[in-house]
């Protein structure tokens, strides 16, 4: 599998006390979906699924992330999350900002988004950018199916925010190899050095309960 689509173990079940997420981008991510949803219900449940493993290995890729989601006695159901693809404007205004910037590229290496990046183009799901996709027989948008897995995207995120890019359109290699020529371009000196670092594996996510509503 190249790095244009990548693959995550499903998470086990979890408990304890805490925020779904950790980070603000997790947490703008979790509220794009709540913001649209249209049943609560499912939210609840989502939360539920999300929070007793009941979710699958989750595949990331170029403007779709999925999985499967089991259900007691139903499912398990092919679930999805579409979130659509920087235009190559866009990726440019980005990249550009990145690259001007030492503390962003520091900040990227370090597996942090800096708010002021994001604001750049509309890199995190706003009201409705997030469409989730569902097999199971549920009209609602989320169902709890999708809504689980949107919420352990979020546990994702946290611990990479290059997946957020690459759900955007663009892997980690490629973003870094071109911020990479940018930072020649500008001071004459090879970043290459920054980027050979080993990437540790992503960390299990806080313990929490879900929130009732």
Known sequence: ???????????????GRGPFARTWWG??????????ALDLRQLRKGRRYAAAGLVGPITVGPGRITATTEDAGEGPFRTAVQLAELSTADWELLLDRAGAHAGHL??????QLPPELAEVVPLLPGIGDLDPDCDC??????CRHAAALSFQVAWLLDADPFL????RGRTETEVLDDLGMRTRTRTGVPAAEAYARVVPPLPEPAGFVPRRR
């Open 1 to 15: 599998m190249t790095d244009r689509v990548r693959g995550f173990a499903a998470f086990p079940a979890r408990a």
């Open 27 to 36: 947490r703008a991510w979790v509220q794009a979906m709540e913001d649209t």
């Open 106 to 111: 520091a900040a990227l290496l370090d597996r």
């Open 137 to 142: 027989p549920g009209w609602e948008l989320p």
């Open 164 to 167: 957020l890019l690459l759900a």
